[in-house]
């Protein structure tokens, strides 16, 4: 490199603030590091431990297990399962290539320990994870062998529940899920699937538990749980697999016979859920105007509460407000229709309701509550001196427009009680050719929602309507009044939509079918009546099926009580996805025992997906071209 070079180079470092240039890099046209050959895709293997796997007569409480590489623990607080569960958290370090577990209560005699990392040992580069890895060791003379396995599932939408602690108890009696931690304990991953190992023999309980308070036994109301009715009794029996080594793709090299150990029962399906007990209690109220308030409560009241006014001048014998249900019946809004209450700085209460005790049982429970509303400043006057209130139309918002479903009902929602609303105060009208003819219709208020009302037609395929309504015809008890109103809807055409018809087979009790879209959301339900369902005039679309077994015939699905033994209603899916074209007819049979129940839920609308471990691979041309480009994009002048 001559001088002149020298120079230009020291120039380009100094105004770039490099600390040095490679040699040779001012002659290249493309700056590009290795791309370090292809990726490891091999997990971390197990070289030795202290103990070692399997002691026996071990007393330590030190544990310390080496890979062959670097490697990492995925939150281990969370993901590593010790049984015999723990009542102080043990430490977990990762050190290199070495974990170490110090177990830090007293080990009881003759037990086997065993230390569940599931798929949360990975190495520490590509992240390879080491798939179900387990530890166990022996404080007696026999190291215990057993396994139950199967699968936990959301009760209500056959969800895979990923992290949940399952756990076995020898004590048969059914208070040892609330009094006592578990035996033996493990976690699903995140296929829902969980594997209890090392489990002496006997005869056990089995259940779920999404332990809020990691004690490992049912105490806490809201705690998710799932519980067999049958014991089960972990076996084994020998038996043989084939294991095929292809050559390639598509041709085989050997197929040879592999004896081993197949524990049983190997199928436990559980179905979590949570029970409607949840501790009832009252949020801080609001008053959101001045003639409205809400009461929050923490979970959906069976029975509203009791409002009273306090103040004597203000008590009244007549209905003073109207009350609107909220979110599940979690809030309650208060519509003040008497001016004299809403007229007040600050409205006192008395509220009386139901409020869990600290045994979770509702008593009675009255609260005084005071509700301060603070008047908007008023306008400033105009030059002019005028000082006129700006008018604020009554607002509703309604589907009447576009492409409304025949099988819809057109509804209009108020922002505000109304005063009278009359089915005079509407025009529906249907155009035939280039005129519109009124038609009749009912219109009614929903019997969910005070601000809500429904107007009802049998409306016509391929049908143009129109529905008006008059300025100042709308009236709402605080004496706001609407604009003019006009809007125009059509239904589609006969050949628009497609019918299914689905055969149910092998269910004989009450039980309703919920058509779902394709984010799992039901859309129609439809009793199961003369062994089928019929689902019509569906617009085209992809559309899934799942099944209740409607025990009490209320209409929804139900939960379980573990208190009186009672299992969630029973939920089926179907496996098929049901793809409506426009003027078709479709018929099926399904039959929802048929499959497992984790087999059944269509893997496009399952939301728990388990992860992807295909492992990911280098594209090293790309790799090339996009470090050299992203060198030029930093100011390389090369």
Known sequence: MNERMKARAKSVMKTMGLGMLIGGAVACANIAGPNGGPYDEKPPRFVSSTPPPLQTNYTGRRVEIVFDELIQVEKPSQNVVIAPPQKELPSIQIIGRKIRVELKDTLRPNTTYTIDFGNSIADNNEKNPIGHFSFAFSTGDVIDSLEVAGVLLNAENLEPMPNIVVGLHANPADTAFTRLPFDRTSKTDDRGRFTIRNIATGTYRIYALADANRDYRFDQPGEAIAFLDSTVTPTFRFATRQDTTWKDSVTVDTIRTVHYTHFLPDNVTLRLFKETAQRQYMLRPGRDRADLFTLHFNAPLDTLPTVTLLDDALRR???????????????????????????????????????????????????????????????????????????????????????????????????????????????????????????????????????????????????????????????????????????????????????????????????FVELLNTSDEPLRRVRVKHGGVLFANLKPDTYYARLTVDTNANDRWDTGDYATHRQPEAVYYSPKAYAIRANWEIEETWEPTALPLDQQKPIAITKNKPKDETPKKRNYKDEGRSTGDRNRSNGFPF
Do not use: C
């Not at 209905?319 to 600050?346: C, K």
């Open 317 to 511: 014998s007549a209905p003073w407000f109207l009350t609107q249900t909220m979110a599940g019946r979690t809030a309650l809004r208060y519509w003040i229709t008497d001016s004299a209450v809403w007229q007040r700085d600050t409205v006192h209460l008395r509220v009386d309701y139901l409020k869990s005790d600290s045994t979770n049982t509702l008593q009675p429970q009255t609260d005084t509550i005071h509700l301060a509303w603070r008047k908007p400043r008023a306008r400033r006057k105009s030059k002019d001196g005028g000082n006129k209130p700006e008018r604020r139309p009554l607002v509703f918002q309604s589907n009447a427009s576009g492409v409304v479903e025949v099988t819809d009902t057109v509804s209009f929602l108020f922002e505000e009680p109304m005063a009278n609303l009359r089915r005079e105060d509407f025009r529906l009208e249907q155009q035939e050719d280039t005129t519109w003819t009124a038609v009749d219709f009912t219109l009614e208020q929903d019997s969910l929602d005070l601000l809500k009302y429904n107007l009802r037609h049998a409306w016509t395929y391929g049908t143009n309507y129109r529905v008006a309504v008059d300025s100042a015809r709308l009236r709402s008890l605080y004496g706001r009044t609407n604009d003019a109103y006009e809007s125009t809807f059509s239904i589609r055409k006969r050949e628009e939509y497609g019918h299914l018809y689905i055969n149910i087979e092998g269910i004989d009790t009450t039980a």
